[in-house]
């Protein structure tokens, strides 16, 4: 296919992954984040099953009770968790830039717990990177907000499920972890219900399930949608490309929630923030540029 097909193919699935966080957090302005989440996740579940069944690949496969793929069930349910609330308490920029972090944490992960060997240059861009997330949820400040470290956890979660899956057995497909990503979004949403946690729909005041109205239920399914798109083109870009040309493109997610957030919801990003995202972004880059070199060494 080529890197540029490939990277055309990593910006289409950014972009997706941004207007799934729209979507998301637009319905869960009328609907309790635990019935969105678990909508969410049935729309999923049913549609990579529909895409598995005509690979000609089984649904369960017995390697799904393997520590890895438990593990990343656990983390997928952090992350998931934790952002989906981020993005609903706070500005959705912000919570897409502590994201952005993401590579950081997996790279400082792999060589703790993988015993992946990383320099001192990639140490260094690893914590300069952090400072940039400080910038952003800037702790001990006045403008400093409890519930922006709520995107801090999701992003802690994404990278656990990302390393798990560096560990899953290589016989389960992406389109079977698919299924497993998305299936385990039911229960969570179940479980952000039973514990009410989230805001309380303003016009029903509680967080039991409630009928959703066409309006809600058109950007669940447009939610369900993109994320779908998005995990397939993502799948695409990493199969078919070199993973240093075609990874950094993942950083224009920034790019498309900056330009959401401020034409969806009026978000206005203060000096700070867009500093913390232009360090966090260079870092991630650079760290990838960095272990592009140390394979190849």
């Known amino acids: 296919m080529g890197n540029v097909r490939s990277s055309l193919f990593m910006v289409m699935a950014m972009a997706a992954f941004s207007l799934e966080d729209m979507f998301i957090k637009s319905a869960s302005n009328a609907v309790p984040v635990g019935e969105v989440l678990m909508l969410f996740g049935v729309g999923g579940t049913l549609a990579f099953t529909i895409m598995t069944l005509r690979g000609g690949q089984t649904i369960f496969h017995p390697q799904i009770l393997s520590r890895p793929i438990l593990l ?26 502590i994201l952005q972090a993401t ?25 300069i990177g952090f400072s940039g997330v400080l910038l952003i949820i800037r702790p001990g400040f006045e403008s400093f907000e409890v519930s922006s470290l709520l995107a801090v956890l999701g992003m802690l979660g994404f990278a656990g499920r990302d390393l ?49 109205s066409l309006a809600s239920a058109l950007q669940i399914v447009a939610a369900t949608v993109f994320g779908v798109m998005a995990y397939y083109w993502l799948t695409i870009a990493m199969r078919n490309g070199d993973v240093s040309v075609v990874a ?18 009026g978000e206005r990003p203060d000096p700070l923030t867009l500093l913390g995202i232009v360090i966090i972004v260079s870092s991630g880059i650079y760290t990838l540029l960095r272990s592009r070199r140390a394979r190849k060494g």
């Open 72 to 97: 990343r069930a656990v983390f997928e349910v952090m992350g998931r968790l934790f952002f989906t609330l981020a993005i609903v308490f706070t500005p959705l920029s912000s919570a897409s830039a």
């Open 103 to 127: 590579p950081l944490v997996v790279v400082m992960g792999a060589a703790i717990f993988l015993g992946e060997r990383v320099g001192w240059r990639r140490w260094g861009a690893i914590l």
């Open 164 to 212: 798990a899956t560096r560990a899953a057995p290589p016989v389960l497909s992406n389109l079977q972890l698919g299924i497993y990503g998305f299936l385990i979004l039911i229960p969570t949403g179940m479980f952000i219900l039973y514990f009410d946690i989230g805001p309380v729909n303003s016009a029903f005041g509680v967080h039991d399930l409630m009928w959703v």
């Open 248 to 265: 950094p493109f993942r950083y224009t997610r920034i790019v498309f929630a900056l330009i959401l957030g401020v034409i969806i919801f």
